[in-house]
């Protein structure tokens, strides 16, 4: 932790600083600018003579009458006017600083007194030459970098360049710079230094104040006090102290009672907490916890509700041993319920060997229904890894239906004073229970009402079982079955078939027969539905259903 004096320099310091640093740079910034200045003014004037030079040469030489004798006469003038040009500007610049180059538009050197780069090089900085919408440009030329200024001459087709070393063209500058840091780091220390020690000495006595409080709490004796040494603010805060001692010491009492009573109530809130978790997962134990009354009070919702059944069971029961059982029982439950968890369901309760799951209740997520089918598809996915384990084991297999029904309930804290249950009732659950049992009938794992089809149909891929009258129900549902992904085979046989439902309920026997045996062939012989349909086909051509038929089976069993 940091003392007050180390704060009190983090905020000095740095204000100081600043204004250093910044009157520093702007002293760097208008030197180097000055010193720039006034060499690139120079060096341009260096440069304007060279040129002006080059341009008088040329004019004296047109002004010249003379008969030419033979082609190169103009030609070797010109040559001997660009050594002059070359010779001059060798004169007017600094010897291993400067230097004065000319480049044709192919990028070679043609005229230079440059000692590193020669006539009839290849300079490799001419795309900067050309580039530069500015005559000063800054380049690299054989790992040196240089700043120079240069100009087109267009009786040439050269261009014009004088160049200086930049470390050289910037030496003066640098210093100033060097110099200004210096003095800067230099300030900033001696400033530092001189905070440190006066800060140190104002707060001597707050210091010493702090060292009697901590004394008091180490000690846990309140009837110490602190002396009072100062007639001023901190001695003050003094007094105000040892007031504040004789009240602290009164309550003190309280306070750990309090703590006692807080630690006891956290301690009880975990313990709900882990008995929870055995039920319902994290996030609704802490909805439960933080909102107890709202979560948990009765009311009426839309809530999907998931059976899960093993098929049967009593058959396996009565092939194995009750320890086995029970542990092939314990692997299988602890697969199903953590896919139910993952997908934010709730376990409403265990009836023998079968699950039963509500989603959208205590809380409420959005996407419970598409959660609650996502959760069927994996469990039945998950099944064949857990019939893997029973076959390595030598035990019987399990097989599964999962019915899954999305609409209104009654949901709440249900039962007497002596035995609550936070559950689920109504048709809805009812309907979902009789789904799990039809998936017997059709010899199919998961089906799902037409309540849940209307939430999920854009999430998968679903095909209409049948119309069914379940048993204690007067009104026909329609079932459906989903699936999470198809092979392109599967897809063209649920194409097939729900083409072939939709010509059955249209009583097109022919039409409906020939999609049925398609799917047939694109599900390899494999589609139970398909083949079921085709059998009622038959039938319905021997004895026709009446005028009001909608296609509805009624099952006489639940």
Sequence with gaps: MLSIRFKLLLVVIPLLTVSLILLTILSIGFARTGITKVATEFL????NEIVQKATNEMENLDSINFEIEGAGSRVTFVEEIKNSISLYAASITKQNIESFMAIDSNGVVKLSTDSLIKVDTQVDFFDVIKSSESNWIKFKSNGIERVGFKKYFEEWDYFFLLSVFAPMFYKDANIIVNSSLFMLIVSIVVMGLILFFTIN??????KNIVSA?????????FSNRV??????????????????????????NTIKEYAYQSVLAQKKEERIKLMFQKYVPQDVVNEIVHNPDSALVGKNANVTVLFSDIRSFTTISESMEPETLVESLNRYFTVMVDIIYKRKGVIDKYIGD????????????????????????EMVDNLERFN????????????????????????????????MDYTVIGDAVNLASRLEGLTKEYRTTLIISEGTYMAVKDFFYVREIDRVRVKGKLK??????????????????WKSYNDGMKFFLERQWDNSEKCFKKAIKFLENNDYLSELYLETIEDYRQNPPDEDWDGTRTMTHK
Excluded: C, H, W
Excluded at 44 to 47: F, L, T
Excluded at 213 to 221: A, L, P, Q, T
Excluded at 388 to 414: A, D, H, W
């Design 227 to 252: 002396e009072v040494q100062f007639n001023d603010e901190i001695g003050e805060m003094a007094f105000t102290f040892n007031n504040m001692l004789t009240e602290l010491e009164g309550a003190y």
């Design 476 to 493: 026909p549902v329609k079932i459906f079955q989903p699936a999470r992904k198809l092979t392109p085979q599967q897809k063209k046989g």
């Design 201 to 206: 000495y104002i707060l001597k006595p707050l």
């Design 213 to 221: 409080m901590n004394e008091i709490i180490r000690m846990n004796d």
């Design 44 to 47: 341009g004037y260096k440069m």
């Design 354 to 377: 079968a699950i039963m799951a509500i989603f959208g209740a205590p809380k409420e997520y959005g996407d419970d229904v598409q959660q609650a089918v996502l959760a069927g598809l």
């Design 388 to 419: 893997e384990q029973q076959r390595k084991l030598g035990l019987k297999e399990f097989k599964i239906g999962i019915g899954v029904n999305y609409g209104p309930v009654t949901v709440g804290n249900i039962g007497t004073s002596q035995k």
